[in-house]
C-alpha cells in the first residue's frame, strides 16, 4: 500500500461555525430543561446564512420559531411522548 500525504482538514464554513454555535445553546443544560432557547445573530455572521438555518430549524418536526422585536429569535420544542 502506498502512503499517500494526510488530507489536512479543511476549515469549517462560516454556515458550519453558526450551525456549531446555535447547537451549542440548544444543547446546553438550561435550554434542555425549558425546551426552549433564546438565539441571536452575531454581527459578524452573514444574514443568507442566519436565514437559512433558522429555515431549517423552523422546518423540524415539534419546533417553533418566535421572531422578537429585539432581533432575536426564540426556540421552543416539544418532545414527542412514545406509544
Avoid: C
Avoid at 38 to 52: C, H, T, V
Amino acid at each position: 500500500m502506498a502512503k499517500g500525504k494526510p488530507a489536512t482538514p479543511k476549515p469549517p464554513s462560516q454556515y458550519e461555525l453558526l450551525g456549531a454555535r446555535l447547537q451549542k445553546i440548544i444543547n446546553s443544560p438550561a435550554a434542555q430543561k425549558a425546551k426552549a432557547a433564546l438565539l441571536y445573530k452575531a454581527p459578524d455572521e452573514s444574514e443568507d446564512d442566519w436565514a437559512q438555518i433558522l429555515e431549517e430549524i423552523a422546518e423540524t418536526d415539534n419546533v417553533t420559531l418566535a421572531h422578537r422585536d429585539d432581533g432575536g429569535v426564540q426556540v421552543f420544542w416539544v418532545v414527542p411522548k412514545d406509544d
